[in-house]
């Protein structure tokens, strides 16, 4: 059973930076597909970023320039550091994994708030 566990939330002012970390377990982290999604109230959940396994990164056109997706394979971890947060950026931030058989799992998210 995939297991993904995200921290890193909390309550920022606009401009200033947060980091996500997402821990897997049950899978084998380092061939998966690995992203970071959100959903803000009233509002569908929305790709942010997404670091493949062959080490291509893809960003949401709305955090190009101010997000980084990393991911460490030894330690089963996938990172999103946030930079000059935006009150638009207020979410809860899911993390998701692909793997290569086609299952996707999802964490329990955790909020962010970017106060102005």
């Known amino acids: 059973q995939v297991q993904l566990v995200e921290s890193g939330g909390g309550l920022v002012q606009a401009g200033g930076s947060l980091r996500l970390s997402c821990v897997a377990s049950g899978t084998i982290f380092s061939t998966n597909t690995m992203a970071w999604y959100r959903q803000a109230p009233g509002k569908q959940r929305e790709l942010v970023a997404l670091f493949t396994s062959s080490g291509s990164t893809n960003y949401a056109d709305s955090v190009k320039g101010r997000f980084t997706i990393s991911r460490d394979n030894a330690k089963n971890t996938v990172i999103l550091q946030m930079n000059s947060l935006k009150t638009e950026d207020t979410a809860v931030y899911y993390c998701?994994?692909?793997?290569?058989?086609?299952?996707?799992?999802w964490g329990q998210g955790t909020q962010v708030t970017v106060s102005s």
């Open positions: 998701r994994a692909d793997s290569r058989s086609g299952r996707t799992s």
